[in-house]
Nanobody
């Protein structure tokens, strides 16, 4: 059974930081492409960042470049999203996604940035 469990969301003020974690089980994590998506109220889910199984140069949405950093620890089956200089427009539910043969999603973690 595949599980992706996100944690680390919360309420922060503008300019603050949060670090999201996503722990995966039931997949070969080291061979999985991992990504973070977000969905704000009334908007479609959008890709925030992606890191391949080889850990090469990640891709980032223009809106988060220079502020967010994705990383992975294959020994802990965990992918992280370090979010700095947070803005109110970053408010959303953040989802972890794994691609290992097919796509798997976590349940999401709420991030709220107050102005």
């Amino acid at each position: 059974q595949v599980q992706l469990v996100e944690s680390g969301g919360g309420l922060v003020h503008t300019g603050g930081s949060l670090r999201l974690s996503c722990v995966a089980s039931g997949i070969t994590f080291s061979r999985s492409t991992m990504s973070w998506y977000r969905q704000a109220p009334g908007k479609e889910r959008e890709l925030v960042t992606l890191i391949t199984s080889t850990g090469g140069t990640p891709n980032y949405a223009d809106s988060v470049k220079g502020r967010f950093t994705i990383s992975r620890d294959n020994g802990k089956n965990t992918v992280y999203l370090q979010m700095n200089s947070l803005k109110p427009e970053d408010t959303a539910v953040y989802y972890c996604k794994a691609i290992w043969g097919r796509a798997y999603w976590g349940q999401g973690t709420q991030v709220t940035v107050s102005s």
